[in-house]
């Protein structure tokens, strides 16, 4: 994601359109740079990703969703400063507690029985 027009720019490990992913239809390799993305997502590695933050301000991305030590923080912006909030806006029907319980299954478990515990979750919805 880069912005020339704010001198800003930034590689998150993901990033999705969501609630404009119909908008960005069509768009192709050159998404204009006021479009950002719906939700971004950065996991802790070697260094903080929290230090992203001021930069996906600046380009109003809505929501953040910061994993350190195996856990989930979701950020959302409100009034131009990120809050931490128990559930996402881009799936509200899924809380930051459950996405947790999720991470730490797959310390147990395989990647499939990952997929089938929120496959689950999903149908029971």
């Known amino acids: 994601m880069n912005r020339p027009d704010l001198a800003k720019g930034i590689e998150p490990d993901s990033c ?3 609630q404009s992913a119909q908008a960005g239809q069509g768009i192709g390799a050159s998404i204009p740079q006021d479009f ?3 939700l971004a997502l950065d996991v802790d590695i070697a260094n903080r ?3 992203k933050l001021p930069i996906y301000q600046a ?3 809505p929501e953040v969703w910061l994993c350190r030590q195996e856990e989930l ?3 959302i912006l409100q009034a131009g400063k990120y809050q931490h909030q128990a559930t996402s806006h881009a799936f509200p029907a899924i809380s930051m507690e459950q ?3 999720w991470i730490q299954l797959r310390k147990t478990g ?3 029985t990952v997929i089938r515990a929120v496959r689950q ?3 029971n919805l």
Do not use: A, E, H, K
């Open 16 to 18: 999705f359109y969501i």
């Open 110 to 112: 395989t990647d499939l």
């Open 121 to 123: 979750f999903c149908r």
């Open 36 to 38: 950002p993305p719906d």
């Open 73 to 75: 923080t979701i950020l």
């Open 49 to 51: 990703s929290d230090i």
């Open 99 to 101: 996405i947790n319980q």
């Open 59 to 61: 380009m109003g991305v």
